[in-house]
């Protein structure tokens, strides 16, 4: 969206704007770049198989990444999400194996849509948490959601005591089966994940563009006392943020226990700094107000091939963790000098204008 | 020059120009300071005595004249480089540190050392506390600052420029925050200051004052110096008849029209200040459809707060709020401006933008459920048309609604606030300063459609401290003065002296106040 402005509305083809362009550029640039790379360099990297490995990766972490897109567009920050990720997985798995004890004698089970509700709410639960703490006892979002990580990666580890919940195939007499759909199924061809991933990310990008609560999202990171002047319900707009992010974090906990059929209170762990990662990768300000859930996917994708590709040639796990580092700095530099050089061309336009 | 010279001149101000990106604020000046005097400053907001004030403490440097001190051409590259020549400033903002103790600011980059053994505070806070008690501040020197009401702030002030002994002491309107008896104790220091030899630069808007302390008195208008005289030798209307001047500014005359029935109304609102007391005090005022009503009044006389409290900004306020004779009970600004309230801030920048916003959307942030389909779609033909719409009437120029808001000048960004508001239909406008910080010819325009809006029956009020534009503008005008509407006039009846005075009634009222009660 972005990059198509910079080329339509500076029409003088001077250095500084043709640098914009390719600044402005940047994210899409870096994935053809890890693409091109990986394709010469690793074995076997645009085989269909691996692609489609690949993106049920990038999946996971692209929807958490489109969660802490939008609460960091509003200036905030959701750390919780990979425990979100831990609790929910254990939630669903928890619900297939065991259901819902009622004391006396009974045990409730729910077939498959309804554990994917429930734990979706869950998310959305604690989500709705992190958002009132933040707008109602004005915790700063770093606090909050650290605190929430906590609590809810402990509540992970509580309900199965540590343990893995395993086998979730479920019993056909208690209509629980089916759960593997979701984590190995296919529809034409794609992996299921993939069309969550598509339809949620479809209606994010609408959300943000078309609906009022996304103009206000942006609004509130961009100047959160002017939005308050202008009548936007501010602590609404937070919840929201939160909320999203709590079930975008809650969807990844149910396609990983449906992946491997097996809930890991552990699961999740440190998944937030790469959705973070993400986000930046894809032209999210940190400082809020600016970021496009497009760029973010790209961004997912960047980070989710480079570790991938990395794999493949054999580069060791902690020079993995070197070269991301770098990626992210680096795309930070760059986005710094892209808002200095367009401050730039503004005022030269400005004085041009006169 | 006319003036006697009996005191000698300490530093002098040659032909100074400062030029900022595209304003001129201070236009070819010369100004003497006198020793052992108090050199008076007065003008309009926005006159140019801040800007000539900050050049002399090193805050700014002058883009063209010289500066020169006893007679030898210096240049001040920092605040620091200027106290180390003897002069001291206090700032109309204060500068102080809220989160460490009055004597830890006082002594700030230049605190007491024994050594290694770091910091002497028991001789930091012993020299402190001559400072503040030749101030009878009352004040100890270890409290911390942020717990000190705004006046006793300013006297912590007063207090670090006085113990840096300097030669010339710049006060940048040291009154506006303190209570009478505050203001006796200073015009004492400043009187010892004076036998001292020190100059006192003294910048203030209440006349009375001047016309008490002041020695020499320098008018300033439009960044020019438009009158010096001896203090002794003019009244309150020579002051007044310099800082305005005779050539009027282009105004949007005033179209005949029937004022309505009354559309808004307000009752006894109060505000409570954080450090005391009260920011708006009792208010009540009210306005029919299509009036104009200005509320003039200097700084910190609580404008801003009760357009504010009208919004519903502070939860705290209390007081009743009509719109066309009904009662407003929901105190969130969303409801509000649902019934029929707009306000348009002060601060453009900080209240009224959001800058990483395009100028379309910055213009239906406050209305974007106008143009909902279906309940959640925002239907862009329907925005783009209103987009359009409101560009036109109110002549933004925008090439191209898409760019961002901040690629525009000051002015074309005002319009786009009043656009925002204006989008929500409001029935009450409340214009915070409108024509702040914009060129003279967005000022016109700006003025132009509040006419143009009033005459279409909205009623208007708006804030300025700008003698000639409430003269020219209102239909009614109210005066502002320490929380306080101290008087209500209508234009015909209203002069500029009758509004000067009223504008600092507030304080005299509570100075009598004051003495009442001891006595």
Not at chain 2, 491 to 510: C, P, W, Y
Request: hydrophobic letters at 50%; a neutral charge; aromatic letters at 6%.
């Amino acid at each position: 969206m972005t990059t198509a402005t910079a080329t339509e509305k500076v029409p003088s083809a001077d250095g500084g704007s043709i640098l914009l362009t390719l600044m402005k550029a940047r994210t899409f640039i870096a994935l053809f770049a890890v693409i091109a790379f990986f394709s010469i360099f690793a074995p076997n990297f645009l085989s269909t198989a691996n692609i489609i490995l690949m993106s049920k990766h990038v999946a996971l972490n692209a929807f958490l990444a489109m969660g802490m897109t939008f609460v960091i567009i509003t200036g905030g920050i959701d750390l919780s999400v990979g425990s979100i990720v831990g609790l929910c997985g254990m939630v669903a798995g928890g619900l297939i194996l065991n259901g819902i004890d009622l004391q006396f004698g009974y045990t409730m089970y729910f077939n498959v849509v309804e554990v994917c509700l429930i734990t979706l709410v869950v998310g959305i639960l604690i989500g709705a948490v992190n958002g009132l703490l933040i707008t109602k006892l004005n915790v700063a979002p770093f606090i909050a959601t650290l605190g929430t990580l906590y609590v809810a990666r402990g509540f992970a580890l509580l309900s199965s005591d540590g343990q893995t919940f395993p086998n979730l195939v479920g019993k056909e007499e208690l209509a629980t089966t089916g759960f593997g759909f979701l984590g190995s199924g296919r529809i034409i061809g794609l992996p299921v994940s993939i069309w969550i991933l598509i339809v949620v990310a479809l209606a994010a990008a609408y959300v943000a563009k078309y609906v009022p609560i996304g103009r206000q999202i942006f609004a509130v990171g961009g100047n959160e006392r002017a939005a308050r002047m202008s009548g936007i319900r501010v602590d609404r707009v937070k919840m929201f943020v939160y909320m999203f992010s709590g079930f975008c974090a809650a969807i990844v906990g149910i396609v990983i226990s449906s992946e491997l059929m097996a809930s890991h209170p552990a699961t999740g762990n440190s998944f937030e700094l790469n959705a973070i990662a993400a986000a930046v990768l894809g032209g999210t300000s940190m400082s809020g107000g600016r970021g496009t859930i497009g760029g973010t996917i790209i961004g997912a994708f960047v980070i989710g091939i480079l570790s991938d590709g990395l794999v493949m040639m054999g580069v060791s796990s902690f020079w993995q963790m070197v070269i991301k580092g770098i990626v992210i700095i680096v795309a930070v530099v760059v986005d710094q000098a892209q808002r200095r050089l367009q401050q730039q061309v503004t005022l030269m336009q400005l004085a041009k204008k006169g | 020059m006319a003036l006697t010279e009996t005191h000698d001149t300490i530093l002098k101000l040659d032909d100074v120009t400062k030029v900022y990106s595209g304003i001129v604020a201070v236009k070819h000046a010369s100004l003497e300071l006198k020793r052992g005097a108090v050199n008076v400053l007065v003008g309009e907001n926005g006159a140019g005595k801040s800007t000539l004030m900050r050049m002399i403490a090193g805050v700014e440097k002058p883009s063209l004249g010289r500066i020169l001190l006893d007679g030898k051409e210096v240049e001040f590259n920092s605040p620091a480089d200027a106290q180390k020549h003897g002069i001291g400033m206090v700032f109309q903002e204060l500068n102080l540190f809220g989160n460490l103790s009055v004597a830890e600011n006082i002594f700030a980059t230049r605190e007491i050392i024994r050594g290694l053994r770091g910091i002497d505070h028991k001789a930091q806070i012993a020299k402190a506390n001559i400072f503040l008690d030749k101030l009878d501040a009352g004040i100890s020197a270890e409290t911390m600052v942020e717990d000190l009401p705004i006046g006793q702030q300013q006297l912590v002030e007063i207090a670090k420029a006085i113990s840096l002994d300097t030669r010339i002491l710049i006060l940048d309107e040291p009154t506006s925050a303190l209570s009478a008896a505050e203001v006796d104790i200073l015009f004492k220091v400043i009187n010892e200051l004076k036998a001292q030899g020190v100059a006192i630069v003294y910048i203030s808007h209440r006349l009375e004052e001047l016309m008490r302390i002041g020695d020499y008195i320098t008018v300033l208008r439009d960044g020019q110096i438009t009158g010096q005289a001896m203090v002794r030798d003019i009244d309150t209307k020579w002051i007044v008849r310099s800082m305005i001047g005779s050539d009027a500014k282009d105004f949007a005359k005033s179209l005949d029209h029937k004022l309505g029935a009354e559309a808004f109304r307000a009752e006894d609102v109060c505000l409570p200040r954080r450090t005391g007391g009260l920011a708006v005090d009792h208010l009540s005022i009210s306005v029919k459809a299509g009036e104009v009503l200005g509320i003039y009044g200097l700084m910190g006389a609580g404008r801003s707060e009760f357009f504010e409290c009208v919004i519903g900004q502070h939860p705290h306020s209390t007081g009743k709020i009509f719109v066309a004779g009904e009662e407003v009970v929901a105190r969130d600004t969303s409801t509000r401006i649902r019934k029929g309230l707009a306000l348009i801030p002060e601060d453009r920048q900080r209240e009224g933008l959001v800058q990483v916003l395009s100028i379309a959307s910055n213009l239906t942030l406050a209305s974007l459920e106008k143009f909902v389909k279906f309940g959640f779609h925002i239907a862009g033909d329907r925005e783009k048309s209103a987009i359009a719409e409101s560009i036109r009437s109110l002549s933004i120029k925008a090439p191209n609604p898409d760019f961002d808001v901040t690629s525009m000048s000051g002015g074309n960004q005002q319009k786009v606030v009043i656009g925002k508001a204006l989008m929500t239909n409001p029935k009450v406008l409340l214009m915070d300063e409108p024509s702040r910080g914009i060129d003279v010819g967005a000022k016109a325009d700006v003025f132009r459609t509040m006419r143009k809006l009033a005459g279409e029956g909205l009623a208007i009020l708006f804030s300025t401290s700008d003698l000639e534009e409430v003269m020219a503008l209102s239909d009614r005008i109210a005066v502002m003065s320490n929380g306080r509407i101290t008087t209500i006039l209508d234009r015909a009846d209203a002069t500029e002296e009758l509004i000067v005075r009223a504008a600092s009634e507030g304080h005299k009222s509570a100075e009598q106040k004051s003495i009442r009660e001891t006595a």
